[in-house]
């Protein structure tokens, strides 16, 4: 056994820098009134009486949260992936499938099945102040700060797999993004790739998608990004159907869902997405979890991410390649898993990941209930480490993750879920 690729199929390298850029974008939308709330009066919702931009300040605390390594560079965090992974399986050779994000609509209406998006009816841009802006943001700033100093969890370093990250770390990166100017001069700012392409340009998803093509260009083979799609975000879906995002050297792989933000699977605009994914053969990953992120299971719109919601989807698509991320993790009925099995086995194209199972009592019930001889799911299920978001559990480092896996599967297994359904998935052949 050994030397092959094994792949990663559900990780996300994103940093603290993106966490902050994208806040700051929120933040300036709000004072621009171009923000798309449901209730688009901003007097009433943040700047309310329960304190000054109390929804951006949590914003800003729980995103910090998820992120672990939120210190090092994009470059660092694929460079720990791969050693761990090296450590685990010293034989072979490794891919990685890190997913986009895009948090800047979390706050925004709700998009609901065959809703179109809104548009901004009687809402007039207003030209930001600089002053009012920078001051708003020092104070989120002021609260992150005192919130991060008062944290006595370790970050984990990705650098040398050792040492914890310092505060002042964190620090450093808080006083880089204070100032606001970048913001303000956002088309100006020379953002590389999507500076061609015609979607709605908010500073932290463009910095996040630059810093993954990047690493595309620099490091050919090592990395296959999906790319973030929000319904909500203007022209998104039409630079998808341009093309544009699968085209050329550095570029993405397939497209990452995350219903959870506040959109149903079957809202109007992502038709177009299913059909031109299915036609290309572009495979699609979406969040199929009861927790995630926001955390908690009671989250507002944790409803979407129901795989019953994409049933209709698959019988129109059947071509389409879909992977049921969490294979509908942190549900004690297994209700949603049940659902995700019994998709497989009535369709051609459904895959699923056990991304972010940090306990081998989590990875059981699944093989009790599902992992089975002859099932369908021993040629569909993935591996996924969904780093660096596990790390926020507290239970894991990326060395017993591996061994969680080692002890639960075979080595034959362990090959199916980490090579030969991964590359099925990806439509990838060597
Ligand atoms: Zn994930």
Known sequence: MGNYYRYDAHCHIFTLKYVMKEVKSLLHDILNRTYPWKEPKVEKGLLGSTGKWKDLKNLLRQL???????????????????????????????????????????????????EEPQMLKGIKAALVDEKEFQEAWNDILEDFTSYVQSQNTTLRSTKG?????????????????????GTLTLKASGLKSADTLGFYHTEGYCYHMDKLMELVGTRSGQLYPFVAIDPRRPGIIDTLLSGSFFNGDARFYGVKLYPRMGYDPQCKPLDAVYKYCSDNSIPITYHCGMGGFPPGTDWKYTKYGNPENFEPIIKKYPKLRIDFAHMGSTDDTYKWAETVNRLINENDNVYTDLSCYVSTKELDPIMKRFWKDKAKLKTRLMFGTDFDVMYFTGKVTMENYYNNFKATFTEDELKMIMHDNPMSFMGIKD
């Open 64 to 114: 910090y949260e998820i992120i672990r390594s939120s210190c090092g560079s994009e470059g660092e965090n694929l460079d720990f992936l791969l050693d761990e992974a090296k450590k685990a399986f010293p034989n072979d050779s490794y891919r990685i499938i890190p997913l986009m994000m895009d948090v800047f609509y979390m706050l925004a209406y709700p998009l609901d099945k065959d």
């Open 161 to 181: 797999g050792g040492g914890d990250v310092k505060i002042d770390q964190v620090l450093k990166i808080i006083e880089q993004e204070k100032s606001v100017k």
